[in-house]
């Protein structure tokens, strides 16, 4: 298995970042979060790679927001329910103007 490189993902995601800075151990939780949020396919297949599901769920379980959709997308392939995450139950006081 080769080596992954953060030039490998999508430009779009590190933009607020130095990229040389990024590591991947201690950086997971920003860089799963990314992923979740903004990336591409190609970008989950690199985390899935890198982490693996049971590691990334681990991770996902504890962010305060994710949207819904990636939510689902994590829950489903995790097996962990949906209620059990932290953005779940953490949610807005206040609906948003925009439901997309």
């Not at 992954?4 to 590591?23: A, G, M, R, V, Y």
């Not at 997971?28 to 769920?57: F, M, N, R, T």
């Not at 939510?71 to 995790?78: E, K, M, Y």
């Amino acid at each position: 298995m080769s080596q992954i490189t953060i030039d490998q993902f999508s430009k779009h995601l590190f933009w607020d970042t130095k990229k040389e800075e990024i590591d991947f151990d201690k950086n997971k939780s920003y860089v799963i979060w990314q992923v979740l949020e903004y990336g591409k396919l190609k970008d989950w297949k690199l985390i899935q790679q890198q982490y693996g599901i049971s590691k990334i769920a681990k991770e996902a379980v504890k962010f305060r927001e994710l949207d819904k959709k990636s939510l689902s997308f994590i829950s489903l392939l995790s097996g962990i329910p949906k209620e059990d995450f932290r953005c779940y139950t953490f949610q807005q006081s206040a609906p948003p103007h925009w439901n997309f």
